[in-house]
């Protein structure tokens, strides 16, 4: 009787067992990979503001992250009436996800400060105009000690508040650091465009 052998089983079984070590091999770095992408795409802007007052200026950062597709929260927290919960969520904000704490308040500003001295994650303190044209407001965010930094914008500047944490962020995304760059593009493309209108209107 005549036996037929199987070609080429030999060679199957063994890519087989070579696809599969292979698989074993990869898998922890795969893994490894999608942890990092997983815990990059959960950095979060939280948004502190000191009081319900300071909404109509806040929602202008809320608006900006909305835009860039930014995950972001709102909170409020005084640094005066709640500084045991401000200190708290400022101690766990990295562990919860954020990479960036921007802080509004007015008069005695002192919320953006007192979350950075709880927090190594950046902190950007947005002056709110509630006394003296903002001015109370702007030197009580700004001025902090060495080695506790509060980046500060401008009085009522949540916008730029908001594209400043855009931009911390995009450090680590080039997702994002490409949305920045087309939009500097299309404001540029907008003055150009005003610039050749603005005879008509003279």
Wanted: aromatic share 4%; proline share 4%.
């Amino acid at each position: 009787m005549e036996h037929h052998k199987g070609t080429g089983q030999p060679g199957n079984k063994a890519d087989r067992l070579g696809a599969l070590i292979l698989l074993l091999l990869s898998a922890p770095i795969f893994l490894f990979i999608g942890m990092q992408r997983r815990d990059h795409l959960l950095k979060k802007v939280a948004i502190i503001m000191g009081s319900t007052s300071d909404l109509p200026v806040v929602k202008k950062a809320a608006d900006v992250l909305r835009d860039f597709g930014v995950p972001f929260e709102a909170h409020v927290y005084s640094a005066h009436r709640t500084p045991e919960e401000a200190r708290a969520f400022a101690l766990n904000a990295r562990a919860n996800g954020f990479g960036v704490i921007i802080a509004a308040a007015g008069m005695a500003a002192h919320l953006a400060g007192a979350l950075a001295a709880a927090t190594t994650l950046p902190v950007i303190g947005i002056p709110i105009n509630s006394a003296l044209d903002g001015l109370d407001a702007l030197l009580s965010t700004v001025q902090m000690p060495s080695g506790i930094p509060v980046a500060t914008v401008a009085v009522d500047g949540a916008k730029n508040a908001a594209f400043l944490a855009v931009q911390i962020l995009a450090v680590s995304d080039a997702s994002l650091a490409e949305k920045l760059a087309a939009q500097r593009a299309k404001n540029a493309a907008d003055i150009l465009k005003k610039d050749e209108t603005v005879m008509n209107e003279i």
